[in-house]
């Protein structure tokens, strides 16, 4: 074989799949584990060993800690240390003694939907002339607006109550008050440096507020002023904790101290639920045992749903209606809007990753800006954050319009993407949100340019974080058992704040795949030593799956109990694989430097990785003689172990093999799709461009 050249004969052309890293490749961290603060916590308290281990990661340590994690019982922090809850009271019982009008004002998420209807259902049981309104996601936004103000106005309102929003409605308070109404508001979003000018202004999170707890949701605003309201927290509890519980696991607030309260108390009173709203709900989601999970990925969703393709309202008249009939109908009516969102998102979700399968140079951007005609802007944060899990890339999606078009976005820890957005604000018409999720809006005609510019801002800031999986702890397979499980179901309810463990479970041996439901799902019979274990991957055909039968592997793993024949068996859901002993970590920067340089920026880096002739070779028999259809990054690196290869150098060789005609090779997301080529004549690569780019860059850059 002569310099540069290798030999195309192949009878047959295959396709060849493999897993493209900064995607599913994530950097693990597991938490460190002070054994000697374990030991101690479980001599001290007679905890079991493994209980105390996860107490001492999640930072409970303290008797008094303990003992209100597992036994949160139904006291709450009072209402009262709340800055403003004893005006906001006042000004609500003078209304309902005079009888003037109160206007519920919420918001059009399950948050403010749940906020709503408890606020709402608990003014109503004071005999309060009370309505509620819920402004137009599409129409009016998010938030107070004139128009909203001057409707209410007709109706009669005196004092308008929000809920869950407006803290930064500034003008539009100050205008209800040239109208004489009143406003209280109840929010939990972060103050801007000037409060409204309301009556009262009950949100925990100003400066100062002196309150303990500060990490209510909407729903939880408006249960404590419930509480303030009734004077008795148990009585509130008891009858409102269920819609609170919604709201709190929807919003994503931690569920730790005052929410775990909540949470656990709603809970058993939506188990037990009398609401028949929520009752069809369940039933229509087809579960058997609520959770907080089911309560996030299925019923929650639905009321969610009503906001994003319908009315919000339809979402509160399940939540209030005392007629089954009714309650049937709704449940129903939502649960069709959830189905036609879920395919609405999978539509545009698909539209893009076809698109940047079509324009891979796409997935070279550090901040990857997506924008369209005819998206429907109620669902494009949820497939933000779809691409971003899919590409490991801060993402925003941008539904166009002929005048202002939204967007959405959702990040990656360490990239803050509000500062992000924030940087760009000269291009945007409307802005804000938080590190991990932010929504904008801005003209057509700026998409370019904020695309441009929010990528500048990104490649300032030096290397980009790696997207990560967080791990509690490693676990050891052979002292893994059951009875660790029952002790997890003390830790519940799992969400935001307190995840449902993960577990690291390494150097396992992979002796079986192994298909389940038709090919859809498979799983892995995997040992190490003498124990034997079965992990199941979902979503996830053999053919998909990268790894050999042989293979050494890590898991990341959640741990249940399955029931069969009255006899409970361990099961492990895979939440991420590793090559054992692979330095993924550094794959990851090598990944990243491979897009920055296909971006068209030299960087030292790429010092010494112009691929040796031998190099070229070596993946090209590797992908002549393997029989696998899918091949990640780590099991070729690692097959080849050839010390001077790397993920950079690799992926420079692919797309040398593509351009040079020896393989077709698309870029689909998690995936490349590579064909051989069946031709039988030479090729130079010094015919290629990017061969000829590749070698003048690395030199260049070698040489300053």
């Known amino acids: 074989m002569s310099k540069n050249i290798l030999n195309k004969s192949q009878k047959n052309g295959m396709i060849i799949k493999y897993r493209k890293g900064g995607v599913q490749m994530k950097k693990w961290i597991v938490s460190e584990v002070d054994k000697n603060k374990v030991k101690e916590l479980s001599r001290r308290y007679g905890l079991p060993a493994f209980t105390a281990m996860l107490l001492t990661i999640r930072g409970v340590t303290a008797q008094s800690q303990i003992e209100r994690f597992f036994n949160p019982g139904w006291d709450m922090a009072d209402p009262f240390s709340i800055k403003d809850m004893d005006k906001a009271v006042d000004r609500i019982r003078a209304a309902i003694s005079a009888g003037e009008k109160i206007c519920i004002y919420g918001d059009y998420d399950c948050d403010g939907v749940t906020s709503t209807a408890l606020l709402y259902s608990y003014l109503n049981n004071q005999f309060a002339d009370v309505i509620y309104y819920i402004p137009d996601r599409n129409t009016e936004g998010y938030g107070m607006n ?40 109840t929010d939990h979003h972060k103050p801007q440096d000037v ?7 009950v949100n925990p999170h100003r400066l100062d507020d002196t309150s303990e707890f500060k990490d209510y949701c909407g729903a939880g605003i408006a249960l404590q002023l ?16 269920d819609l609170a519980a919604f709201g709190t696991i929807a919003d994503l607030v931690p569920l730790s101290g005052e929410n775990r309260t909540i949470v656990k108390a709603g809970l058993i009173h939506i188990e037990n639920d009398a609401r028949y ?64 969102r879920q395919t609405i998102e999978n539509q545009i979700y698909e539209e893009i990753c076809s698109r940047m399968k079509e324009q891979p140079e796409l997935t070279y951007d550090r901040v990857l800006v997506i924008s369209s005609e005819g998206w ?46 924030f940087a760009c604000s000269d291009l945007l018409e409307k802005y804000g949100g938080h590190p991990m999720a932010a929504g904008l809006s801005i003209q057509q005609r700026n998409i370019d340019a904020f695309r441009k510019a929010i990528n500048h801002y990104a490649d300032q800031l030096g290397a980009m974080p790696l997207m990560t999986m967080k791990l509690d702890c490693n676990l050891n397979p052979e002292t893994i058992v059951t009875d660790m499980v029952h002790q997890l179901h003390g830790f519940e309810p799992f969400g935001y704040g307190n995840p449902k463990p993960v577990f690291g479970i390494n150097h396992m041996h992979l002796d079986k795949i192994i298909p389940l439901s038709g090919g859809k799902h498979i799983k892995l019979a995997v040992s190490r030593g ?67 340089y296909r971006r068209g920026v030299l960087s030292p880096g790429i010092r010494g990785k112009f691929p040796a002739r031998e190099e070229f070779a070596a993946v090209y028999r590797y992908l002549k ?34 351009e040079s005609g020896l393989i077709d090779c698309t870029q689909d997301g998690d995936f490349l799709h590579i064909q051989l080529i069946p031709v039988s004549e030479k090729v130079d690569f010094n015919s ?13 850059v070698g040489k300053n």
């Open 277 to 340: 709203g929520i009752a069809k709900l369940i039933e229509k989601a087809q579960i058997e045992s609520v959770n907080a999970g089911n309560v996030a990925f299925k019923l929650a969703p639905r009321i969610n749903a009503a906001g994003r393709l319908g009315t919000p309202y339809d979402a509160v008249d399940l939540l209030l209606t005392e007629d089954e009939g009714n309650a049937d109908a709704q449940a129903e009516k939502l649960s069709n809007l959830n189905s036609k």
């Open 688 to 700: 290629s461009a990017l061969y000829r780019k590749l070698k003048e860059d690395t030199n260049y």
């Open 625 to 658: 003689k393997s029989t696998l259809t899918v091949h990640s990054i780590d099991v070729i690196l690692s097959a080849l172990s050839i010390p001077t290869l790397g993920a950079f150098k690799l992926l420079m060789i692919l797309e040398v093999m593509k």
């Open 146 to 185: 004139k128009k909203a103000v001057d409707y209410l106005k007709k109706q009669g309102v005196r004092l308008i109550v929000t809920v869950d929003n407006g803290i930064s409605a500034i003008d539009e308070i100050n205008y209800a008050g040239t109208l004489g109404i009143d406003v209280v508001v």
């Open 376 to 421: 429907n802007s109620g669902v494009i944060g949820i497939v933000a954050s779809k691409i971003t899990e899919k590409y490991g890339k801060p993402c925003i999606i941008i539904a166009e319009d002929e005048d202002i078009c939204k967007g959405s976005g959702r990040s990656i820890a360490g990239f803050s993407l509000v500062d992000a957005i």
């Open 195 to 201: 409060l409204p000018t309301a009556v009262a202004v």
């Open 530 to 596: 003498n124990a034997r274990l079965n992990f199941v991957k979902f979503s996830t055909t053999p053919e998909e799956f990268p790894y050999p039968e042989g293979s050494d592997l890590d898991f990341a793993v959640g741990m249940d109990i399955n029931l069969y024949q009255n006899r409970e068996y361990l099961s492990f859901n895979i939440k991420d694989i590793r090559l054992s002993d692979f330095d993924t970590e550094t794959a990851m920067r090598e990944i990243q430097l491979y897009e920055q």
């Open 226 to 241: 419930a509480s303030a309201m009734e004077g008795d927290s148990f009585f509130v509890l008891e009858n409102y904790s």
